[in-house]
């Protein structure tokens, strides 16, 4: 897994890289199966100030791309303490890897239970065949 990680309009400190990896790396368990299968991940990460003149608000922003094998995944979150948008965007990205790992999951099986259905005889239907709607 390779890790970009960008600072905008700060400087990024060391506790604040151990953070961000540490969060990223939690992500890795759901990503290291696709690595094993020769699969490619990038994540490119940044961290940084909206803007140096506002004191209150949401100030920090954090942005995250992950990239698998040709498709993205993106999440965002502005937040007023760093910690805190840093640990929105791994929800977010985890909730979405998830539903993304889960419905490639669901598709298959479905698919399984229609071949299998066909080969017994109780359906006629050729799900390589049929249309799409």
Do not use: W
């Not at 954090?62 to 007023?80: N, P, Q, V």
């Amino acid at each position: 897994m390779q890790i970009n990680l960008q600072g905008k309009n700060m400087e990024l400190t060391e506790p604040i890289k151990e953070y961000v990896l540490k969060r990223v790396t939690n992500l890795g368990k759901l990503l290291s199966g696709i690595e094993e299968k020769g699969g490619k991940v990038m994540v490119n990460f940044e961290v940084g100030k909206s803007t140096n003149h506002h004191k209150g608000g949401d100030v920090f922003h954090t942005d995250c791309l992950i990239k698998i094998d040709g498709k993205d995944f993106y999440g965002s979150a502005d937040k007023e303490d760093l910690y805190e948008a840093i640990d929105a965007i791994k929800d977010s990205l985890y909730n979405e890897l998830n539903k993304n790992k889960d419905r490639s999951q669901t598709l298959l099986y479905r698919g399984a239970r229609s071949i299998k259905k066909m080969m017994k005889g109780l359906s006629r239907r050729n799900p390589f065949t049929a249309k799409k709607d």
